[in-house]
Nanobody
Framework: QVQLVESGGGLVQAGASLRLSCAASGRTFSSYTMGWFRQAPANEREFLATISPSGANIRYADSVKGRFTISRDNAKNTVFLQMNSLKPEDTAVYYC??????????????WGQGTQVTVSS
């Protein structure tokens, strides 16, 4: 069982940066593949980034590549999403997720409650 709690969201102006954190409970955090997703009103959930248990393998959605950076600190059971050059279209609720096996479905993994990010123009 893994519990995830996101933090770091807020209201910022376009061009600003935010760093989201996701704190995980449990002793096996370092065994989980972690991911960040977002969902804007009336939109489907969107994949943003994923990082392997060791941090060696990272993948981004094209929509955020070059602006967002995912990282993790296994000693602190935390995964981060550094977001730079934010745009109004980045406005959404941001979620972190964990899955035990890399090829498993995110839907069968663990999810946080989300943190709101609002970018004003």
């Amino acid at each position: 069982q893994v519990q995830l709690v996101e933090s770091g969201g807020g209201l910022v102006q376009a061009g600003a940066s935010l760093r989201l954190s996701c704190a995980a409970s449990g002793r096996t955090f370092s065994s989980y593949t972690m991911g960040w997703f977002r969902q804007a009103p009336a939109n489907e959930r969107e994949f943003l980034a994923t990082i392997s248990p060791s941090g060696a393998n990272i993948r981004y959605a094209d929509s955020v590549k070059g602006r967002f950076t995912i990282s993790r600190d296994n000693a602190k059971n935390t995964v981060f999403l550094q977001m730079n050059s934010l745009k109004p279209e980045d406005t959404a609720v941001y979620y972190c997720a964990a899955k035990r096996y890399p090829i498993g479905s995110w839907d069968s993994g663990y999810w946080g409650q989300g943190t709101q990010v609002t970018v004003s123009s």
